[in-house]
Structures are given as structure tokens and as C-alpha cells.
Nanobody, 119 residues
């Protein structure tokens, strides 16, 4: 019914930047909350940034370095990551709460994209 597809991950040196993108497609009526999560090896998945009813929240560890944005017309959400640190290394997942044209509302997840920060 609905797919989220991420892109933009890769290898970057400390202090560098990456931009992640997530495109939603399928039977979408409306996208409510959008968010980025990440999961580092042997750690739990954690919230990185979220847009909920116009309110934007960031994890303390990324405030001032990461910026989440969305394009409602294109059904996309992005995460601009600057001043990257080795501790930002993780698989990043796009998440969205979507109302489908069939009337259901549920959370959807992308497949994840690897971000590695290393010299």
C-alpha cells in the first residue's frame, strides 16, 4: 500500500555533511507525523528528529547540527546532517504516520540507510 524509500547515506569524514531523503509513495491520503530514527550497533533505536503538527523536536545529541524538513507536495522528508561525529554512525530510518486512501492510519518505516562517520 505505502512505501518509504530512503537515500543519501554513505561514508563521510568527521566534520562533514550528509543529506538523507525519504520519499513516500502509494495510497497516501495524508502524511501526519514524520521522523528520523537511528540505530547504532548493539544499541536501541533512538529518535533523531520529528515533525509533529508543525512542532519540530530533536534529540539533544544532534541539536544545532541536524535539520529535519518536509515537502508535503512531494511527500518527502529530509534530514540535513552537518558537523558529523563518529558517534553519529548508525543505520538511519525514516518513519511516518500515514492515513491511506483506504482509510487506515498506521506507522510506516523505510528500509534504512547506513551512515558511517570515520576518518
Amino acid at each position: 500500500q505505502v512505501q518509504l524509500v530512503e537515500s543519501g547515506g554513505g561514508l563521510v569524514q568527521p566534520g562533514g555533511s550528509l543529506r538523507l531523503s525519504c520519499a513516500a509513495s502509494g495510497y497516501i491520503f495524508r502524511i501526519n507525523t514524520v521522523a528520523w530514527y537511528r540505530q547504532a550497533p548493539e544499541k536501541q533505536r533512538e529518535l533523531v528528529a520529528r515533525i509533529d503538527s508543525g512542532t519540530i523536536n530533536y534529540a539533544d545529541s544532534v541539536k544545532g547540527r541536524f535539520t529535519i524538513s518536509r515537502d508535503n507536495a512531494k511527500n518527502t522528508v529530509s534530514l540535513q546532517m552537518n558537523s558529523l561525529k563518529p558517534e553519529d554512525t548508525a543505520v538511519y530510518y525514516c518513519n511516518a504516520e500515514i492515513r491511506t486512501t483506504l482509510g487506515s492510519v498506521r506507522d510506516y518505516w523505510g528500509q534504512g540507510t547506513q551512515v558511517t562517520v570515520s576518518s
